[in-house]
Each structure stands twice: as C-alpha cells, then as structure tokens.
C-alpha cells in the first residue's frame, strides 16, 4: 500500500459533520455539500471552509465577499442528498427547498437551524478544492440536534465526479 493509499484509509474513517455552504453571485443563489471545514481559530473567531473546483459554487461563487455555512441536522438527509447529489448547472437546488435571504442577499436554508454568515477574509488553493477563510458577521444557533455526517454522505452520488 503506498502512501496516498495509506492516508486514505487514515482519513477516510474519520468521522465529523457535513455542511451545506450557500452564497449569492449576483442574481444566481449557489450551494453545495461540503466535508472539509474547521474552525481554525477562537480569538479571533476564524473557520476555513474548503470548495471543490468541480463544483458549480465555487466556479461562480469563488469572488463573493459571504458564505453562509449551514450544519446540517441528522433528520435531513433529502438536504444533504439535494445539496450533495445533484449540480446547480442542471437543477434550481433552492426551488426544492424553503430558505430566505441573509447577509450580503446569500441564501439560508430554513430547514438548518444552526448556521454562520462569514466574511472571506482570505482564499487559497489547496489542492483540488479552495480554502476560504471566514471571519463570523451573522449566526444562528437554535437546535442541539446531532448533524448529518461525513459516513452517511459517503453515499451520496456527487452532482459533479471529483
């Protein structure tokens, strides 16, 4: 087993929440499944949300000042399967969904209570995906409901192939 072989069978057993990042590039409201997120600071508070440069959000959405980074609740796997499963190139995601619009006109999904608009203070290639780092300017933290996770996204078939 060589190297890259090895990490994956390190990291593809770890277990941690899925998110669904929306953002607003001029009239077209973007969103997308995400597994590489992280606080990455608590004073000041920073996270770093990655996006994939196959994906449909970060192709039309890598410029916009905000992101509205959602945790998915563990009872809404049809969100995950919405946001995971198919690409904005073929279908309006937020017509199949309630949401309303937050800071900067980025969409929020109504359905996931606990969300944070952040700011992009910084963006970096970091492989195959985007990091952007985010500084908190708006939050919601209204449910203690476990969310959904990184095992049962793992089969959900991508909008876009990796």
């Known amino acids: ?3 890259a072989e090895r990490f994956d069978a390190l990291v593809g057993d770890l277990e941690y929440p899925m998110f669904i990042v929306t953002a607003r590039a001029g009239d077209e409201r973007l969103g997308c499944l995400v597994g590489f997120a992280t606080q990455s ?3 000041p508070p920073r ?3 990655c996006l994939s440069h196959v994906n449909r959000t ?3 959405g890598r410029d916009t000042g905000v992101l509205v980074v959602h945790c998915v609740p563990e ?4 969100l995950a399967e919405l946001f995971g499963g198919e690409t904005g190139d073929e279908v309006d995601k937020f017509a199949r969904c309630a949401w309303h619009d937050g800071p900067e006109g980025a969409p929020i999904l109504d359905d996931c ?3 944070f608009a952040g700011r992009v203070l910084w963006r ?3 492989g195959d995906h985007d990091a952007f780092l985010l500084e908190p300017i708006a939050a919601e933290a209204r449910s203690q409901e ?3 996770t990184f095992h049962r996204a793992k089969r959900i078939d991508p909008g876009h192939e990796a």
Do not use: Q, T
């Not at 009872?75 to 049809?78: R, V």
């Open 1 to 3: 087993m060589d190297l």
């Open 41 to 43: 600071s608590i004073d």
């Open 47 to 49: 996270f770093v949300v």
């Open 58 to 60: 970060y192709r039309r």
């Open 75 to 78: 009872h809404a796997p049809e």
């Open 113 to 115: 209570p606990n969300w």
């Open 124 to 126: 970096h290639d970091a």
């Open 146 to 148: 476990g969310e959904f």
